[in-house]
C-alpha cells in the first residue's frame, strides 16, 4: 500500500484533461455497482467506460505500490521527484477515460472496476478533484454470493473481501466522496438520484432523470442467496460496518455461527483469522 503522503497536489492535478471531469465508483463485486454506472450515463454529458479499465488494479497501483522514499538502489526516488512521479501516474490513468470522453463528446466520465475498490487510496491520492462513489450492498448478502457456486470463493474470503474493501474506503479522506446504499437506490431511484446529482456537479432536465431512475430498475433484481457461513462471518467480523451503513443484525441460527467460527479458526495462521480470534468476542444465539 502506498504511503499517505503520496497526494497529487491539487495545482498539478489541474494539468489533467479530466480535472474535475471523473467520476470513480467503488463497490465490491456483486454489490451492484453496474446499475449505478448505468443511470449516470443517462444524463446529458456523462459518458460511461463501457467495459473496467482495470487500471489501477493492473497497471498504476503496483507503480505507486514499489514507489520507495528511502535511499538505495531499489529506490525510485532518485529518478524523480515524489509529485513529478505521481503526475505521471494521473496521467496514465487518464489515458482511456480521455479516450473515451473523446469518442463521445462528453463533459464528465464515469468509471467502474470491480477491483479498483481495493485502491481507494491510490485514486484519492491521484484524484483529489474527482468525485468517488462508495456503493455499498449489505455485506452478508455480497460475501454470500462471493462464496456461492457462481464465484467459488470460500466464505471466509469472501466475508474478508468485503470488510476490507469497506475499510479501505473508510480509511481515506477526500473533499468528494459520497456513498450510496444499493438497496436505498432500488427502493426510491428517482429521489436518491435527485439528492446525488448536485453533489456531483450535474444539473439534469427531469426528463434525465426519469430515464436514469428507469435505467436502474431495468434489469432483474439483485440475486440473493441464503447467507449462510459468510453471512455469518460478517455478522462476527464487520459487526461495526454492518452498523454503520445502518444494517440491521440478522441474528442468524445457532449452526451458521458454529461453523463460522469454525472456519475462521482453523485459518488462525492468517492475518484475519488471527484477528477473529484476538479481538471478535464469542456471540450467543
Not at 168 to 183: D, F, G, M
Not at 235 to 245: Q, R, T
Amino acid at each position: 500500500m502506498r504511503p499517505p503522503d503520496l497526494n497529487l497536489e491539487p495545482e498539478l492535478a489541474a494539468q489533467s484533461p479530466l480535472d474535475g471531469r471523473a467520476l470513480f465508483l467503488l463497490a465490491t463485486p456483486d454489490s451492484g455497482a453496474e446499475r449505478l454506472l448505468r443511470a449516470l450515463a443517462c444524463f446529458p454529458g456523462v459518458a460511461a467506460a463501457p467495459v473496467p479499465t482495470h487500471v489501477f488494479s493492473q497497471g498504476v497501483g503496483r507503480v505507486l505500490e514499489h514507489w520507495r522514499l528511502d535511499e538505495g538502489p531499489q529506490a525510485l526516488s532518485g529518478l524523480a521527484s515524489e509529485q513529478e512521479l505521481l503526475l505521471a501516474s494521473r496521467l496514465l490513468a487518464d489515458a482511456p477515460l480521455v479516450a473515451r470522453l473523446e469518442a463521445t463528446g462528453g463533459e464528465r466520465v464515469v468509471e467502474y472496476s470491480p477491483d479498483h475498490i481495493s485502491h481507494a487510496d491510490e485514486i484519492a491520492g491521484l484524484y483529489p478533484d474527482a468525485c468517488l462513489i462508495h456503493v455499498v450492498r449489505d455485506g452478508r448478502q455480497v460475501a454470500a454470493r462471493l462464496s456461492s457456486p457462481a464465484h467459488g470463493w470460500p466464505a471466509r474470503h469472501a466475508a474478508r473481501r468485503w470488510i476490507d474493501d469497506q475499510r479501505a474506503v473508510q480509511a481515506i479522506e477526500h473533499p468528494n466522496l459520497y456513498v450510496v446504499r444499493i438497496e436505498d437506490l432500488l427502493r426510491d431511484p428517482a429521489r436518491l438520484l435527485a439528492a446525488l446529482v448536485p453533489h456531483l456537479g450535474l444539473d439534469p432536465a427531469p426528463d434525465s432523470l426519469e430515464l436514469a431512475a428507469a435505467a436502474v430498475g431495468a434489469a432483474r433484481p439483485l440475486p440473493t442467496v441464503r447467507e449462510g457461513r459468510a453471512g455469518a462471518v460478517v455478522e462476527i467480523v464487520g459487526s461495526d460496518l454492518l452498523h454503520h451503513f445502518d444494517y440491521q443484525s440478522r441474528n442468524g441460527k445457532a449452526p451458521q455461527y458454529v461453523a463460522a467460527w469454525g472456519d475462521m479458526l482453523w485459518s488462525g495462521s492468517s492475518a484475519f483469522g488471527r484477528r477473529v480470534a484476538t479481538e471478535a468476542g464469542p456471540r450467543r444465539s
